[in-house]
């Protein structure tokens, strides 16, 4: 078992999920089963809340605390996601490139 990220003793998942990753819904709403897997399309993340599209909803976007991850995603590809705050520096040659 993993290190599960939680708020106030209640699972989150991840909000830089990447494409791919699995999470289990914790609601019940519309076609959100309570319980049911689903894959993540992307994650949008913002100052105070994050997006969440999944592949089997397309278009459809979702609160992340509706969400606990199935199993954990290797920490070091969080800075993989585009709203990763060490994004930015990880690819400055490309943004200088496209500034120029």
């Avoid at 689903?38 to 599209?53: C, I, K």
Wanted: hydrophobic share 35%; net charge neutral; proline share 6%.
């Amino acid at each position: 078992m993993w290190n599960q990220q939680t708020i106030g003793g209640t699972p989150i998942m991840n909000i830089y999920a990447l494409p791919g990753y699995k999470v289990r819904s914790a609601i019940s709403r519309g076609n959100i089963k309570k319980g049911n897997e689903y894959t993540v399309h992307h994650t949008e993340v913002a100052a105070s809340s994050t997006d969440v599209f999944l592949q089997e909803l397309p278009g459809t976007r979702f609160n992340s605390v509706n969400f606990d991850d199935v199993s954990p995603q290797q920490a070091d590809l969080n800075r993989c996601h585009p709203d990763h705050p060490n994004w930015i520096f990880q690819n400055i040659a490309e943004i200088v490139k496209w500034i120029k």
